[in-house]
Nanobody, 125 residues
């Protein structure tokens, strides 16, 4: 699976952005998908997770209520809608794909098999 993230950019605090992650191949529907982010000088951290069929989602506490993950298996795409953005949301955002059968493991980086190249989100104050 090859992943291509897009949609990043510069936005003012309180604004919104929508990220997309397009996947190649016909097996996208078999993969659980996650969004992670990495701020300068920080470790990569979990943001959001959606199971292979969209039936299970969960979020980092820091984005809960502001971000929404979704997927369209017909379009081989996963989305991250980001609202009420804060300066601390500034980071490179990565999408990732996992075949891990444990749907509770979405926060764990090492369970992901494929990663996109990242898209930069900058939130100004």
């Amino acid at each position: 699976v090859q992943l291509q993230a897009s949609g990043g950019g510069l936005v003012q605090a309180g604004g919104s952005l929508s990220l997309s992650c397009a996947a190649s191949g016909r097996t996208f529907r078999m993969y659980n998908m996650g969004w992670f982010r990495q701020a300068p000088g920080e470790e990569r951290e979990f943001v959001a997770y959606i199971s292979y069929n969209g039936g299970r989602t969960y979020y980092a506490d820091s984005v809960k209520g502001r971000f929404a993950i979704s997927r369209d298996n017909a379009k081989n795409t996963v989305y991250l809608q980001m609202n009420s953005l804060k300066p601390e949301d500034t980071a490179v955002y990565y999408c990732a794909a996992s075949r891990d059968a444990n749907l509770d493991a979405g926060r764990i980086i090492r369970t992901y098999d494929y990663w996109g190249q990242g898209t930069l989100v900058t939130v100004s104050s």
